[in-house]
């Protein structure tokens, strides 16, 4: 009995000081481990993937305002642009540098501004391409263009079909669901890689170019909607808001993969309209191009 009382005698409740200790938080922990998050995810943004949204009509009708997207950022390697945010200065750099398809959506930066674009390579090292009439001749030879049905693009806040851009397009289907109803081809380039493009006004100041030589090390890219989009045909200064010809390769951050999900416009701070402006039937969408048959492409280029 009382080997029992000396032991519990021993077991003295701790101070108040002592407790204090115990509970304190210890900050510098805590801002090292948040830190180490934060470096982590941007070095997968920069490294290996990243989303991105749209913020314009100019790759209509494949991509439409309000879409979220994946871009994966090896494809072709990495450089300065690679890096999220653009915190690294510009260079020349590249590591394991690797040239984009035919077809493939990229992201190239402004070649002044740290402003990311996005755009399809319709044009790569070594290619001679025009413009003319809205179609493009690549190497002396008009790239393939068939007349498709006309694409039906929900009317909505982020997609409103407004009379300048659209003149006339405006429609309401029997359901009553009112639609944007657009005149559509579908461009199929040398590899076979094929897509809907855009080209609603006949001789916008866009659609004629003269011939270009794209150097080594750089690709030309344009918008899928031809009229609405300021690509590599047009100037790089705050006038023409373009590209300014080719893309030099290190300026190119990444490739567009597929979309996450796409927002109709009418989100707030309503968690209803979190789910509501949904957009249905885009989440998942692949973002590479379909290959068609590249003899039949051929031979349909052929006979135009």
Known sequence: MSILTDTMTDKSPKSAADNDTDDRVDWLGELRGLALMLLAVLAFHSLVAKPFYIPS??????????????????????????????????????????????????????????????????????????????????????????????????????????????????????????????????????????????????????????????????????????????????????QGGGLGGPIPLKNVGGRAEFITFSLDGTTSLNPVTWFTSLRGGRAWSTLRPAIADKRAAEEQGATE
């Open 57 to 238: 009509e100019s790759m209509m009708p494949n991509l439409l305002v309000g879409d979220r997207l994946v871009v994966s950022k090896y494809p072709y390697g990495w450089s300065w642009s690679s890096a999220s945010f653009h915190v690294l200065p510009r260079g020349d750099w590249r590591v394991w540098a690797d040239t984009p398809e035919y077809g493939d959506i990229i992201i190239p930066v402004h070649p002044v501004r740290d402003e990311d674009y996005i755009k399809r390579v319709v044009a790569l090292p070594g290619d001679r391409i025009a413009v003319r009439n809205g179609q493009i001749v690549l190497n002396g030879v008009p790239v393939p263009q068939t007349v498709e049905p006309p694409v039906e693009i929900p009317v909505d806040a982020n997609a409103p079909c407004n009379s300048f851009d659209y003149p006339q397009m405006r429609m309401r289907k029997p359901s009553g669901a009112l639609v944007c109803a657009i005149p559509t081809l579908r461009e199929t380039l040398p590899n076979g890689a094929t897509y809907l493009v855009l080209d609603t006004q006949r001789d916008a100041p866009l659609d004629n170019m003269d011939e270009v030589s794209v150097p080594e090390g750089h690709v030309f890219a344009m918008g899928d909607n031809r009229d609405n989009s300021a690509d590599s045909r047009a100037s790089a200064t705050p």
